[in-house]
């Protein structure tokens, strides 16, 4: 590079640092066609001091912790008695009549996600078949696998 064109390089530097931290104060929408869009002002973020003061306060009020132990993930599900918890036999009593009334073993099966849509009256295969075989002649099953549906 030769002597006179290292000015031009260094201002030209200093104008594209000097507008990098603009670029972090504006965001850009971008428009329904190829070539359009909207630059517009993006809102301030918080300081450093703010930061460091907002992490003192967590810190010291103990929400740091809370957050950043195994069930900080959603404190919001805290159950109300966490503090008192249930005796050995107010939980034995449970299981019991849990066991009679059948929640437990809804609650053990494969579908125990949703317990209250049990399986009713399916049909056998041949029904199925058969009912395949209708939709294909007449014609009710090639309309389904089209875009337009029914």
Not at 63 to 74: N, Q
Not at 87 to 116: C, I, W
Not at 123 to 130: I, K, M, P
């Amino acid at each position: 590079m030769s002597r006179k064109f290292i000015p031009f390089a260094l201002v030209a530097s200093a104008l594209i640092a000097a507008s990098f931290p603009a670029s972090a104060d504006n965001g850009f929408t971008p428009g329904t066609g190829e070539a359009s869009g909207v630059y517009h002002s993006m809102p301030g973020g918080k300081t450093r001091a703010e930061v460091i003061a907002e992490l003192m306060r967590a810190r010291a009020d103990g929400s740091l912790a809370k957050i950043s132990s195994e069930a900080g993930y959603a404190p919001e599900f805290e159950t109300s008695s966490a503090g008192r918890g249930r005796t050995r036999a107010e939980v034995q009593e449970e299981l019991r009549r849990a066991r009679e009334d059948g929640t437990l073993a809804k609650m053990n099966r494969e579908a125990s996600y949703a317990p209250e849509f049990e399986a009713r009256g399916g049909r056998t295969r041949a029904e199925v078949l058969e009912e395949f075989r209708r939709a294909r002649d007449d014609g009710s099953l090639r309309q389904m696998n089209t875009n337009r549906g029914y």
